[in-house]
């Protein structure tokens, strides 16, 4: 990006917070009540977001500008490398700019990593997928949603939890999730893990040709990333 | 993308059913939807964020989807056809793009609802921490999700192979997004 004419900012870590996910249930209690459903993540990551360094930078260009950084970074249109997902559909992305020249110098071969790496990606999806239509998710809800009730809400999944609460502000929204939270405790909870368990190892067994292959183009590329490293801190 | 749409885009969109080439070749049309006439963008908050119209493409089609200014953007028809809209930040509910919850929007028009509109797809965000955009089933971010990471997009809905995590077919289901921190 240098080359191209252009700044970059490094980040620094986010917040360990920010980085749990609850695809299926907030089960964490202490999450729940710090975040309920996370909403206030999401507007803290906003808020971080208009602060980067990189946005507000972007953010400051003229708009000829601009559009000549991100082709720079990102390329200037979304072709060139493509990856049929195993959940459906085609991803593709540009294999030019200064992103797909790194990769390609830490991988190799970009278009197979490109691909690698978003087939394994997807399986977390496809995952998910299988979770919340498997018959013993569904049995698994009944007896929460039971309990739910008995906390005076109605919703029988968690996504009519999430629509009751809506926009009806923080307090409702954390007391919603700490009570999706309390309720997973008796076996809904522990059904997720189980099942996530299972339909993870059997795609990636399905799948581990295409697992093999990130691996092998990451590990090769770990070496390179420290010399890179290295050189730059000379 | 809509049948109501399809009737509202006109003789444009007439031409390329009758071409036989709908939307494949077509630029981003910044007509129902996103309008050259818009003022600066509305930012709820009073924060400024600069953002810019993405430009009609020229006739020529030699940039079909270039017109990127650090967007998660939406379009109507596959492969960046008919009305569209951008953000460079959240919105929680596409019923009402330029509602509470709403930041760094542009396109959409004050008051144009994208809700179950969306038929392709694409994050041209910069590049930081919060680059990946994940899109929602329902509004207030529930339901069903899937993820875009920088640079990535997804070109035709309409094709029915693209699913939310769910199961629900991708193709005019998009209800709301947010930027996150990775789509792992």
């Known amino acids: 990006m240098t080359r191209a004419g252009f700044q970059m900012w490094l980040d620094a870590s986010p917040p360990a917070d920010e980085l749990r996910s609850f695809p299926y249930i907030v089960d964490d209690l202490a999450w729940a009540r710090r975040h309920g459903f996370g909403s206030d993540l999401v507007e803290a990551v906003d808020a971080r977001r208009l602060a980067d360094p990189n946005q507000r930078y972007v953010s400051g260009l003229s708009p000829e500008r601009r559009e000549a950084l991100l082709a720079a970074l990102n390329g200037p249109r979304p072709e060139g490398l493509e990856a049929r997902l195993p959940s459906g559909g085609v991803m593709r992305r540009s294999a030019e700019g200064c992103t797909s020249e790194a990769q390609r110098q830490l991988y190799g071969d970009l278009a197979q990593w490109y691909r690698a790496n978003k087939v394994v990606a997807d399986l977390s999806y496809l995952r998910q997928r299988r979770v919340l239509a498997d018959p013993a998710w569904t049995a698994a809800l009944r007896p929460w949603a039971r309990c739910l009730r008995q906390q005076g809400y109605a919703a029988d999944s968690p996504q009519r939890l999430r629509e009751s609460v809506g926009d009806r502000g923080r307090e409702a929204e954390i007391a919603a999730a700490v009570a999706e939270a309390r309720c997973a405790q008796d076996g809904l909870a522990a059904t997720a893990r189980e099942l996530d368990a299972r339909h993870g190892d059997e795609l990636a067994a399905a799948h581990h040709q295409d697992v093999a292959t990130r691996n092998r183009l990451e590990h090769g590329a770990i070496p390179r990333a420290r010399a890179v490293v290295a050189s730059e801190q000379e | ?184």
């Open chain 2, 1 to 184: 993308m809509r049948r109501i749409h399809l009737v509202m885009a006109g003789a444009a969109m007439l031409a390329m059913l009758l071409s036989g080439a709908p939307a494949a070749a077509s630029p981003a049309q910044p007509d129902s939807v996103g309008s050259a006439s818009q003022a600066a963008p509305v930012d709820r908050d009073g924060r400024a964020e600069r953002v810019d119209l993405p430009r009609r493409t020229p006739a020529d089609g030699a940039r079909t989807a270039a017109e990127g200014n650090g967007y998660f953007y939406a379009y109507e028809h596959a492969y960046w056809g008919g009305g569209w809209c951008a953000w460079a930040g959240n919105a929680k509910n596409w019923i009402n793009p330029g509602g509470a919850g709403t930041s760094g929007q542009w396109g959409c028009g004050g008051n144009y609802g994208f809700d179950n509109i969306a038929t392709s797809v694409w994050n041209n965000g910069v590049r930081h921490n919060y680059d990946a955009v994940r899109m929602h089933v329902g509004t207030f971010h529930s339901g069903g999700s899937m993820c875009l990471s920088r640079g990535d997009s997804w070109a035709d809905f309409t094709l029915g192979w693209q699913v939310f995590n769910d199961g629900t077919a991708a193709d005019n289901q998009i209800s709301s997004h947010y930027w996150g921190v990775s789509c792992v």
